[in-house]
């Protein structure tokens, strides 16, 4: 592209969409307009596009091996975007986040140990505890009049401390918070790592959705914090989201610590191994090259997530919305609507549209669904058009 040449970036059309193979696109049957799953209906960033183009053409498609680039393009990134330079040396690979995840958690604790996790959360923390045979010790965020980081969903500091003193072994957070689209504060995660050193405590922190924070907002990374944070914090992550490139299976485990360096480095080797090759080097253009298309695609989801309230006005006004902070997801509250013990498998079944159903996300979240919104405007027209008849 020549320096004359300006970067545009719209959402691709619903016809060809429909030909997509991902999840998103198969899931449902053809007359449902689906907005769950967390991708996104945008091109991919040329400069990814053309790292995976000259790899292809060259057959270059072998196991991944050393990648150093990767630890240098990230801490580049988030030194850029954050302000936090990373350690370069102290950065892994791993399939995807919950690969990480998952990795981290067998290192680090033992079957029966306790986990805190603060629902309503990406229903895969569920899963994970599971997998690795932990004991999840749940922590509720809760509604409050009281705004912090632009949302009302507010930490029950009493219940958190008494799960430090219980005995947990780790905490694993969301941060920024799916599907809460809630900025965690500098104080609130120096907290956490004050406890976490006072009990023993891991925190991991999931912070997949950090290259989508809104200009209004601060991402606080946590290794970031404070010198209690690097003791305690472990830090999975990926370019999978910013950039729409989950299907290519690269995620990076990072701390700044050596001695929880050296911990992890009873992660099976084979992690390393497990991920893909194109993902990786894909990974390493979106941070090096892929700032001026997130820029642009934060632009558009600026206008996406002020639509949604306008739709919401026109179409559907007793629907709950607080306007994210971070990311492309909206948490929709049904509860005016008494549509059951689960209100996305009715909108899907009346209206034709596809939520994820929020009891997924927690046991106090049943009359929620999360919303996508990370596609055109025509779209999410479409889908409030057709919501109108069932949510009035």
């Known amino acids: 592209m020549s320096g004359n040449e300006k970067l545009t970036l719209t959402a691709q059309v619903l016809a060809e969409l429909r030909t997509h193979r991902s999840e998103k696109w198969r899931t449902f049957p053809s007359d449902v307009l689906p907005l769950p799953v967390a991708e996104m209906d945008f091109p991919v960033a040329e400069p990814i596009l053309k790292t995976l183009r000259a790899m292809v053409d060259k057959s270059d498609l072998g196991y991944l091996g050393p990648i150093p680039e990767m630890g240098v393009a990230f801490s580049h990134f988030a030194e850029k975007r954050w302000g936090w330079k990373a350690d370069p040396l102290q950065v892994r690979i791993a399939a995807d986040v919950g690969v990480g995840v998952v990795e981290v958690l067998r290192v680090i604790a033992k079957p029966g140990d306790k986990i805190l996790i603060n629902s309503p959360v990406y229903p895969n923390f569920w899963t994970w505890c599971a997998e690795t045979h932990l004991v999840e010790v749940d922590s509720p965020m809760t509604l409050s009049d ?111 610590n050596e001695q929880m360096h050296t911990l992890l480095d009873a992660i099976a080797p084979a992690t390393h191994y497990r991920a893909s090759l194109l993902g990786a080097f894909a990974s390493v253009s979106a941070f090096e090259e892929g700032e001026p298309w997130l820029d642009l695609l934060m632009s558009q989801l600026e206008i996406n997530r002020y639509l949604i309230k306008e739709l919401i006005d026109t179409y559907t006004p007793k629907v709950g919305y607080l306007i994210p902070r971070c990311s492309y997801l909206a948490w929709l509250d049904l509860t005016p609507f008494n549509l059951g013990e689960d209100p996305a498998a009715v909108l899907v079944e009346k209206a034709k549209v596809a939520f994820v159903p929020g009891h997924r996300f927690g046991k106090q979240a049943s009359q929620y669904v999360r919303l996508n919104f990370a596609t055109s405007p025509e779209i999410l027209e479409e889908a409030f058009t057709r919501l109108a008849p069932v949510l009035r």
């Open 146 to 256: 009281t705004e912090i980081e632009g949302s009302h969903w507010v930490i029950n500091w009493d219940e958190i401390e008494k799960s430090y003193a219980s005995g947990i072994k780790a905490h694993l957070i969301s941060n920024p918070h799916n599907p809460l689209g809630r900025m965690y504060s500098a104080q609130e995660l120096s907290r956490f790592a004050d406890l976490a050193v006072k009990h023993n405590v891991i925190v991991i922190s999931d912070e997949i959705h950090a290259p989508l924070t809104y200009a209004e907002s601060t991402f606080h990374p946590f290794l970031s914090i404070s010198e209690n944070a690097r003791k305690v914090g472990i830090t999975v992550t990926a370019a999978s989201k910013g950039w729409n490139i989950a299907g290519l299976k690269c995620a990076i485990i990072v701390t700044e």
